[in-house]
């Protein structure tokens, strides 16, 4: 079976601190990829997707990057935080070609910026 | 990818039946419909997913008009533990290009 990994599960940084979070699936090969953020309250705003190692796609424009350095691994970075990155950090994982666009979710990343 | 429209927030009580209604005016001929569950703190988790007519698993019953420009999702006898955040989304089957764009969602609230 397929299983989404997320570390850390909370995190507290100073700001103009970097940022790594890492993200990482089990069971399954070629999967699409993506990280969301969601704000106090709801709604995820979708950061980045990839479909393939070195291919990431950027959705809105922010101090954030992100990178997969391998098929089943992605990566969210900054080099250096701003309050407004506080939020719930959401990893996701879709099956890739000829698969059903059905999205699994991490248990995500707490961030807090003071 | 279409948008969606849904209620902010709705209101029940335990034993009840819900119906969630999301707007999507611009569904698109190869779209399908999703609908997502998220408890506070969690990832969201998919709960029922259609085309058209009615599809209905153990959790929830979806129901897809004609003109697919809506659809509903019916969850029979909410408890307490049915509180959580609601999600429609609308976006081809095998979505090569990759991206999915969650909404606002509905918020639902389970008195006793």
């Known amino acids: 079976s397929q299983t989404i990994h997320q570390w850390p599960a909370t995190l507290v940084q100073p700001v103009g601190s970097p940022l790594s979070l890492e993200c990482t699936v089990e069971?399954?090969?070629?999967?699409?990829l993506y990280w969301y953020r969601q704000a106090a309250g709801r709604g995820l705003q979708l950061l980045f997707y990839?479909?393939?190692?070195?291919?990431i796609s950027s959705e809105v424009p922010q101090n954030l990057s992100a990178s997969r350095p391998q098929d089943r691994q992605f990566i969210l970075s900054s080099k250096k935080l701003l309050l407004s990155d506080s939020g719930f950090y959401l990893c996701?994982?879709?099956?890739?070609?000829?698969?059903?666009?059905?999205?699994?979710f991490g248990p995500g990343t707490r961030l807090t910026v003071l | 990818l279409a948008k969606t429209t849904q209620p902010i927030s709705m209101d029940s009580y335990e034993g009840q039946e819900v119906n969630i209604t999301c707007s999507h005016n611009?569904?698109?001929?190869?779209?399908?419909i999703t609908w997502y569950q998220q408890f506070p703190s969690q990832g969201p988790r998919f709960i029922i997913q259609?085309?058209?007519t009615k599809v209905t698993n153990e959790v929830a019953s979806l129901f897809i008009p004609a003109d697919r420009k809506s659809s509903t999702l019916s969850l029979p006898r909410v408890s307490l533990s049915d509180t959580a955040v609601y999600y429609c989304?609308?976006?081809?089957?095998?979505?090569?290009?990759?991206?999915?764009?969650f909404g606002q969602g509905t918020e639902l609230s389970v008195k006793p």
């Open positions: 259609g085309y058209k």
């Open positions: 990839s479909v393939g190692i070195g291919q």
């Open positions: 989304l609308v976006g081809p089957l095998y979505n090569q290009g990759g991206k999915l764009i």
């Open positions: 996701a994982w879709v099956r890739g070609l000829g698969g059903p666009d059905t999205q699994y």
């Open positions: 611009n569904i698109a001929t190869n779209d399908y």
């Open positions: 069971g399954t090969s070629n999967p699409n």
